[in-house]
């Protein structure tokens, strides 16, 4: 007898994959025509097999190609801290302990990210290319205890199958994919196949004969579940089903949902997501009919076809067919007179105007993909400020992109880490955890990546014209009471901000002022050494006077102390 919960995952596999029918086809077309290497919606192929020839032109892979590139560049650069870790109340983020253990275990998770030959950032490269292609991506993690590390995979879309709750969030990942019997087998286990198994009679026989399988996480409390798993405060179920037998092959959970499903954009309705290909497939497409055409059209004019009077003309000239081959020699070409009977069609097709039109596509298709924004364009005499401003301004105007990509695929992604490395003991005992992050949802993330810090520059920006004009107008006024009105503490880190500067850099406020007192202070005994000589000479003058028993001009002792008249003796 099956087990009912199999059952139950394969029925809500079928349910999802006829709601999302309709997305399959469109992106079998913007993968044949974009990444033809990701083309398994609804034609299946076999590894190895072509999947670029409907393609003419490259314009679109290029430009798609380029744009993951860069994102993975400006988002999540290997070479660069791309986050941190701070508190979201202020005033507790600048306490010395706190901040200190913030920034250790910012260091240990991007450790963690660059571990197993920095598998992470491999991966996430194929997120960017999905997204902006098919509008959705997925993204999956695992901690391997073997390894001791965090396991990180983009899964290709056409295996996952996702549901979303009411606030429009994706709480449901079915993934249905394929291993062989011996691949099952090494997974779950020979414990997980009963002996009448086809996977297991495969295994022994057809150890290469591919199955399907699905793994299916959902919210906990919509699966009925080991009680164990409901008790230990796992919010995800997850469920990894054979197919074959309908069998429940593996039963856990999480505490965080082990999938990210990142989507570019949400103008239509629908649980999946909205791409750059959709704007630009009309031009994608129109290139390639257009490149072609052309095509045809040039080899028209290169190898044009020949007129001749009839059949048996061209059969009198050779008797294998006319030869037109570079330096061959076409008998009977001509009359005794020396007029050629055999001519070339001339169609007067202009194949440079077809290029014109197809290179008035491929810029449309680049721009689509933020082609420009990620170039360093522009005139070429320009100055590096002015480069720089250029740069900034360009990819501010990314900002909604990189919104998603934050609150959908970084922000869970490093939730998820963080937590599993907590759970590890990676971060060191509890007890040396600072009281106010005992909390996991206290944490919060704050990018540095160049994309992010140039969301934040606009602040920098302002802050410099807002100190400029103050400036401008200390000076005509000849008044610098005017910077009274400025909080250069505030001013300072507003700077640090925009420009992620690293937080070791600047000293918490406890160490500021300190330093100041001491300055202070420092200040102080040096003005009291610049007036000791004068003060010991003060001093000595009047011992002298109090010797000789003399007065000074003014009439005493007490003038020389008070400036005032002598006091009668008491």
């Not at 399907?212 to 089903?241: C, N």
């Not at 061959?328 to 077809?354: F, H």
């Amino acid at each position: 007898m099956s087990d009912p919960r199999a059952k139950y995952v394969l029925q809500m596999q079928q349910d999802l994959a006829a709601e999302r029918s309709n997305w399959e086809r469109r992106w079998q077309l913007q993968a044949e025509l974009i990444r033809p290497l990701r083309s398994d919606f609804t034609v299946t192929r076999a590894e190895g097999e072509e999947r670029t020839h409907k393609l003419y032109d490259s314009t679109a892979l290029l430009a798609q190609d380029n744009l993951a590139s860069g994102l993975w560049s400006q988002i999540t650069n290997a070479a660069n801290i791309w986050f941190s870790l701070k508190h979201p109340d202020e005033e507790i983020d600048r306490r010395r302990e706190v901040r200190a253990w913030l920034e250790r275990a910012s260091k240990t998770m991007l450790a963690a990210f660059g571990a197993s030959g920095q598998r992470f950032y491999a991966q996430a490269l194929e997120v960017y290319r999905d997204a902006p292609t098919f509008g959705t991506a997925v993204f999956y993690n695992e901690f391997r205890p073997q390894q001791a590390d965090v396991y990180f995979r983009a899964l290709p879309l056409h295996e996952c199958y996702i549901g979303a709750n009411q606030w429009h969030e994706v709480d449901k990942v079915f993934r249905k994919f394929e291993m062989t019997a011996r691949q099952a087998v090494q997974a779950f286990g020979e414990e997980a196949f009963p002996a009448n198994s086809a996977i297991r009679r495969a295994a022994e026989k057809r150890p290469f004969e591919r199955h399907s399988f699905i793994h299916a996480v959902l919210p906990i409390d919509e699966m009925e579940v080991d009680k164990r798993q409901t008790q230990s405060g796992k919010a995800y179920a997850s469920l990894w089903v054979g197919v074959d037998d309908a069998a429940v092959l593996r039963e856990s959970g999480y505490y965080e949902m082990p999938y990210q499903v990142p989507r570019w954009s949400q103008a239509s309705r629908g649980v999946y997501g909205d791409s750059q290909a959709d704007l630009a497939m009309p031009d994608i497409r129109m290139v390639n009919t257009m490149a072609r055409t052309t095509l045809s059209g040039a080899e028209l004019a290169v190898k044009p076809p020949l007129l001749a009077p009839n059949e048996s003309a061209v059969r009198g000239a050779n008797r294998r067919g006319l030869r037109t081959g570079p330096q061959s020699i076409i008998y009977g070409g001509v009359t005794a007179e020396g007029r050629a009977l055999y001519q070339p069609l001339v169609t007067g097709a202009n194949v440079g105007l077809g290029l014109e039109m197809e290179e008035q596509r491929r810029h449309a298709i680049r721009e689509a993909f933020f082609f420009s924004l990620l170039q360093m364009v522009g005139a070429p005499n320009a100055t590096a400020t002015e480069v720089l401003q250029r740069e900034e301004e360009k990819l501010r105007l990314m900002g909604p992109q990189l919104g998603r990509l934050q609150s959908e695929f970084l922000d869970p992604l490093i939730d998820r880490v963080f937590g599993i490395l907590l759970r590890e003991g990676a971060f060191g005992p509890e007890e040396e955890i600072p009281e106010p992050l005992l909390e996991q949802s206290d944490i919060a993330v704050a990018y540095v990546s160049p994309l992010a810090r140039a969301q934040r520059v606009s602040e920098a920006a302002s802050a410099d014209r807002f100190v400029a004009s103050l400036g401008s107008l200390a000076s005509v006024t000849g008044d610098p009471s005017v910077w009274d009105n400025v909080d250069q503490d505030a001013l300072a880190q507003t700077y640090g901000e925009a420009y992620g500067i690293a937080q070791s850099v600047l000293v918490d406020p406890d160490t500021r002022d300190a330093r100041r007192q001491e300055r202070q202070q420092a200040q102080q005994a040096q003005q009291l050494a610049a007036q000791a000589p004068g003060a010991a000479r003060a001093l000595k003058d009047v011992a002298e006077i109090a010797d000789a028993g003399g007065a000074g001009p003014a009439g005493g002792l007490g003038d020389l102390l008070s400036g005032q008249e002598a006091l009668p003796n008491a």
